[in-house]
């Protein structure tokens, strides 16, 4: 480690999701209670902090695959792409991802949270409560050396996607499908139009079976395409939106402004709802589970809106 760095190297590095999952959660387990170990922190253009040509090597290289320069967590992420770059600094040093990567940030405004989010820190660090951080670690350390790991893992959402799965018959079930209807409609008919994903998606009222939802295969090719086109800052976002509200569907619609955070998170809680309507609501459980469900989302959401800022 060269003076000055927490952890940078500028060493090619390659890390199946496997492994990135283990670095991870064993640095979770580390930084969780630990005092906080630092002063002040700020942001930093990489172009102005002083022996950053790990950083300039680093981001030398074309967008998704391109050839030249090094790439980190084996895939490349480009400077062509972004009009700026930026890291994080914890008293001066720069900070870097779990797998040893140089943390950079390609927009000003994301750069900005993730300070705010290590600032916040009071007495320990509490990694969980800093989303942002975690998502840009994930895109960097996982998804830029495993877009197509990544990508199977979301089109797999649509395979079982939540949206495709009305609820059936009885007084409870049509309750339950008018509150979908209400909260799913917008999405589903998005999808079905040429500005969606051109198709309607196959529904079923009971389990689809080992091989999941039979969609039209023009409307998985439209899908796989949207993935194709996004690189690893997207994908992160796409990945972290889909497990949140489970629905590929939904997710791709908060990423293309279909939808508000509001209207997502209501349409991937319409059974969580009905039954807080029924029984009621449990304090420190459903309270809890609705708090954390719309922080998810929204720093997915704010997350992609700070990465298309920065595109040029």
């Known amino acids: 480690m060269r003076g000055g760095d927490i952890g940078i190297s500028t060493t090619k590095r390659s890390i199946n999701s496997d492994r990135v999952s283990e670095v991870r959660s064993a640095v979770h387990s580390k930084m969780q209670g630990r005092k906080r ?129 009305p609820e059936g018959g009885g007084e409870e079930g049509k309750v339950i499908r008018r509150m979908q209807e209400e909260r799913w409609g917008k999405v589903l008919a998005w999808a079905e139009s040429e500005a969606g994903l051109g198709a309607k998606p196959h529904m079923e009222t009971g389990i689809s079976g080992m091989g999941g939802l039979k969609h039209p295969d023009s409307l998985t090719e439209r899908a796989t395409d949207r993935l194709e086109g996004m690189d690893a800052w997207s994908l992160a976002a796409m990945q972290s939106l889909t497990r949140e509200g489970k629905s590929f569907l939904l997710a791709l619609a908060l990423m293309e402004d279909v939808v508000t955070v509001e209207e997502a998170c209501e349409a991937g809680r319409v059974e969580e709802d009905f039954n807080i309507e029924q029984w009621g609501l449990v304090e420190g459980g459903h309270d809890f589970d609705i708090l954390n469900n719309r922080i998810g989302v929204r720093a997915g959401w704010m997350y992609k809106e700070w990465i298309r800022e920065g595109r040029k």
């Not at 490349?76 to 991802?97: C, F, H, M, N, Q």
């Not at 943390?103 to 009071?122: F, K, T, V």
């Not at 409560?129 to 350390?141: E, N």
Request: hydrophobic residues 35%; negative net charge; glycine residues 10%.
């Open 37 to 165: 170990f630092y002063e002040s922190v700020t942001v930093a253009n990489i172009k102005d902090v002083s022996g950053m040509e790990d950083a300039r090597v680093a981001v030398s290289s074309g967008v998704d695959g391109g050839s030249g320069g090094v790439r980190l967590g084996g895939g490349s992420i480009s400077p062509d792409a972004y009009r700026e770059w930026y890291t994080v600094l914890l008293d001066g040093r720069k900070l870097s991802t779990p797998a040893k990567n140089s943390l950079l940030i390609p927009s000003r405004g994301l750069a900005e949270a993730i300070r705010n989010e290590w600032d916040y820190q009071d007495g320990f660090v509490e990694p969980s409560s800093m989303p942002f951080t975690s998502l840009c670690y994930t895109a960097i350390d996982q998804v830029e050396g495993e877009k197509g790991w990544t990508r199977d893992s979301i089109m797999r959402y649509l395979r079982n996607d939540t949206l495709c799965y």
